[in-house]
């Protein structure tokens, strides 16, 4: 009840690519779905957020979009940079709880 | 956006001793504030959760007596590894939560027990 599934482990995107990050989860009491970006030897950073009374959130390159019914939530990276590679982890949360995915590492071949 | 500060960034010691890790929401009012650790390409494993002037929630397996956890203020959360041993070597990051109920990351402290 309290997992949130994120999946790929990992992933290899071409300079310019899109890169597509998906995440579910079972608790239905969660309202909060925030993704995290971490690069080696640094904290999480919050990247983009959304809650569920709205299906898509765009800001910049990264939009997420929210599948109330089917209780998934995905990050889309648009024109991916080798910048943008590091750890991507969703999060969803409730109240004073927040459980977090495993984590994708993204890498962006030049 | 807002900064959450952790001080230090790394430290290394010896088995047996103490450390004292500092966390600082530095524009912002922290109503609650979170550590986790963070084992390499792990995600973040959740250890307690404070809020200013009370006792800190731990999670199940997390010794209380090991990892003091103290909440002085809306601004400051300090967490303490008592006798630390080598397998307590880790990344600690601690969060803070604002008002609106956002959650910021510190830079995480790199702890190494030898």
């Known amino acids: 009840q309290q997992q949130v599934k994120q999946s790929p482990q990992s992933l290899i995107v071409q300079k310019g690519g899109i890169s597509i990050i998906n995440c579910a989860y079972e608790?239905?009491?969660?309202?909060?779905f925030p993704w995290y970006q971490q690069f080696p030897g640094k904290g999480p950073a919050l990247l983009i957020a959304?809650?569920?009374?709205?299906s898509e959130k765009k800001e910049g390159r990264f939009t997420i979009s929210f599948n109330k019914s089917a209780k998934q939530f995905s990050l889309h990276i648009m024109d991916s940079q080798p910048g943008d590679s590091a750890t991507y982890f969703c999060?969803?949360?409730?109240?004073?709880?927040?459980?977090f995915g495993a984590g994708t590492r993204l890498f962006v071949k030049a | 956006g807002a900064v959450v500060s952790q001080h230090p960034s790394r430290v290394i010691c010896k088995s047996g001793t103490s450390v004292k890790i500092e966390c600082r929401s530095l524009?912002?009012?922290?109503?609650?504030m979170f550590w986790y650790r963070q084992f390499p390409k792990q995600s973040l494993m959740l250890m307690a959760t404070?809020?200013?002037?009370?006792?800190?929630?731990?999670e199940q397996g997390v010794e209380k007596d090991k990892f003091l956890i103290n909440h002085a203020s809306l601004t400051l959360s300090t967490l303490t590894v008592t006798s630390a041993h080598p397998e307590d070597s880790s990344f600690y990051i601690c969060?803070?939560?604002?008002?609106?109920?956002?959650?910021?990351f510190g830079p995480g402290t790199r702890l190494t027990v030898l």
């Open positions: 969060s803070a939560r604002d008002f609106s109920n956002e959650q910021f």
């Open positions: 608790n239905t009491a969660f309202d909060y």
């Open positions: 959304i809650r569920p009374d709205v």
């Open positions: 999060a969803a949360s409730s109240g004073f709880k927040t459980i």
């Open positions: 524009d912002f009012q922290a109503t609650t």
């Open positions: 404070s809020n200013e002037g009370s006792k800190a929630t731990y």
